[in-house]
């Protein structure tokens, strides 16, 4: 990964602080609690602002440096990498998408260069699911004058004790309804938190319900409003950032995992073995499966992020890639829980942790199975539109046989 001298710095400060979040990571596991000393120092160090323009107070990086940031975060404290993930997601997409109008891109920008503002979209619903699924969604945008009043609920607002805003995702109620987003402060009347989140891991994001009882928005504070009926479009490119650094969060997890396993089998020397368990034979083959399976997530992962800095096409290696790399993160976790024996089930130690942590990943759409049928149906619109050539065979032709010197006679 090629970074800039100044981007090293970056990095390393989020490789610090990384392990300063690994210290406190136990706690907001076993308490539920929301980070928020963790995104204070982020923004200390500048970090929130990392792929925020250049003419907006940040430091314009990359898909490079973002996952890099991020999964410098994840390997101490997954959760608060995941949130850190969709804040960069959405300040991306301001930067780069052209649908946001430029006073919503002043007021967040400036926010984001003032304190600790962190932005997300909220677009699961609790009976539609993930908009991945193709249906229109529950919440309804009512204008009423000179604003929208927006009501719905939405499920899994991550790191909502931190948002400044939401993006919500919902249809108006005009004859011909529209589908968009809605720029909505969590300061405003009407909208509030119900507690839900009691996941089996990442119990620190506190992605949480949000309940929306007619809550009023300028008319301005709506993005790329389009014909409902055209359902919601997406930009490839820019879903080049969920798709890399959502799992690189749970890559990040699996790496911690490896972390703990590899300093415990090098420190535990059983009376019986009279060695330290890095000796035995199978120790060391399960160890190696392990930087097998975190390699090849390294490198899956670092090459959609290059190939979308560089401008080079990566379409619809994206899914493919998100789909790999969690699968190997939870086998990763798996492993090294077999590896571990006891005390890698003990809670006093961080590995049985980082796979519940790793198995949450899982659960972000598009599921694997989702991906599994938009590869196939790819594949198989492709073979339907090739053209049919007729080939002529290459010819068999007998190898002629050596002639051989006759010696002698």
Not at 33 to 53: C, H, I, K, W
Not at 215 to 238: F, M, Q, S, T, W
Request: hydrophobic share 40%; aromatic share 6%.
């Amino acid at each position: 990964m090629t970074l800039s001298t100044d981007f090293s710095t970056v990095i390393a400060k989020a490789e610090e602080l990384g392990q300063r979040f690994a210290l406190t990571a136990r706690h907001y596991d076993e308490t539920g609690e929301f980070p928020f000393a963790n995104f204070d120092a982020l923004y200390e160090t500048g970090l929130l602002g990392l792929v925020t323009s250049v003419e907006h107070g940040g430091r314009g990086g990359g898909l490079t440096e973002a996952l890099a940031v991020v999964s410098a975060v994840a390997r101490g404290e997954p959760s608060t990498a995941l949130v850190l993930a969709m804040h960069y997601s959405q300040h991306y997409a301001i930067r780069a998408s052209g649908q946001w109008p430029t006073h919503l891109v002043d007021r967040v920008t400036r926010a984001n260069r003032e304190g600790v503002a962190l932005l997300n979209a909220a677009q699961v619903e609790p009976r539609v699911g993930s908009p991945s699924h193709g249906m229109l969604p529950d919440t309804i945008a009512r204008r009423a004058g000179d604003v929208w009043r927006i009501s719905g609920r939405k499920t899994y607002a991550t790191g909502i004790p931190l948002l400044r805003w939401v993006s919500v995702l919902a249809v108006t109620d005009e004859p011909e309804p529209r589908l968009g987003s809605f720029l909505v402060p969590t300061s405003a009347d009407g909208l509030r938190v119900e507690k839900t989140w009691n996941a089996t891991g990442m119990r620190a994001t506190n992605s949480d319900d949000l309940i929306l009882d007619a809550v009023a928005i300028p008319l301005e504070d709506a993005l790329d409003l389009a014909p409902a009926k055209e359902g919601l479009k997406r930009d490839e490119r820019a879903s080049a950032w969920y798709f890399s650094l959502v799992p690189a969060v749970y890559d990040g997890a699996a790496r911690g995992a490896r972390d703990w396993l590899t300093e415990f089998v090098t420190t535990r020397a059983p009376a019986s073995l009279g060695a330290p368990l890095s000796t035995v034979a199978r120790i060391q083959d399960g160890l190696g499966q392990i930087e097998v399976w975190l390699a090849a997530n390294r490198r899956l992962l670092r090459s959609i992020a290059e190939d979308f800095d560089s401008g080079r096409p990566f379409s619809p290696d994206e899914a493919a890639v998100k789909h790999t790399v969690i699968e190997n993160a939870i086998a990763v976790t798996t492993l090294a829980l077999e590896l571990g024996g006891n005390p890698g089930i003990s809670r006093d130690n961080p590995l049985e942790r980082h796979h519940r942590d790793a198995l949450c990943g899982k659960a972000h759409a598009p599921q694997n199975n989702l991906v599994r049928t938009i590869l196939a149906r790819a594949a198989l619109g492709r073979h339907a539109a090739k053209p049919a050539v007729s080939l002529e065979p290459v010819p068999v032709r007998p190898h002629p046989q050596p002639r051989l010197a006759v010696v002698g006679g």
